[in-house]
């Protein structure tokens, strides 16, 4: 789904992940990789949490800037696992390998959400799945969805 969404409230973003997540592909060879782009405050955690709930995970999903990566079972048929990486404090991909990426990306049942992916751009695959968040004002974010 390549689209450009502008929502208006909290409740519409959630909309978004929703629909978002049941347009991604359930047969893969590998896991799906997603890149959250967009400054600070521009809703990148908030998408996470908003698709985390969608795949049935009770737990809070915080950020996770200082631990940089964290693992959620969820009750999704495909999705098993949503990993959601925070990059902001990586200086190079090579960080994220130390933290067995290649094998959570080897493994086609894990969704993987990245913020700040720019930060680790040389080991994300060229053809990752793309979301430009953007701030438009307090209630209403831009988010287009390559
Ligand atoms: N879609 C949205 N609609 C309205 N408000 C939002 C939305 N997404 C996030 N917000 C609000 O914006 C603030 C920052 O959001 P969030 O933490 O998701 O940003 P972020 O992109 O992850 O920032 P960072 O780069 O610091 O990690 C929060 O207070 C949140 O409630
Ligand atoms: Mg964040």
Sequence with gaps: MKITVTTHSLEEAQKLAKDWLASLPQKTDEATIVGLYG???S???TFTQSVARELGINSAVTSPTFVIEKLYETTHPYFARLIHIDAYRLESGRELQTLNFEDLVDNPNNLIL???PEN???ILPE???KILCEFVD???RK???L
């Design 39 to 41: 400054n600070l405050g």
């Design 43 to 45: 809703g990148k955690t």
């Design 114 to 116: 990245i913020e700040w």
């Design 120 to 122: 680790v751009k040389e």
């Design 127 to 129: 053809n990752h799945l």
């Design 138 to 140: 307090e209630n209403s």
């Design 143 to 145: 988010f287009e969805i």
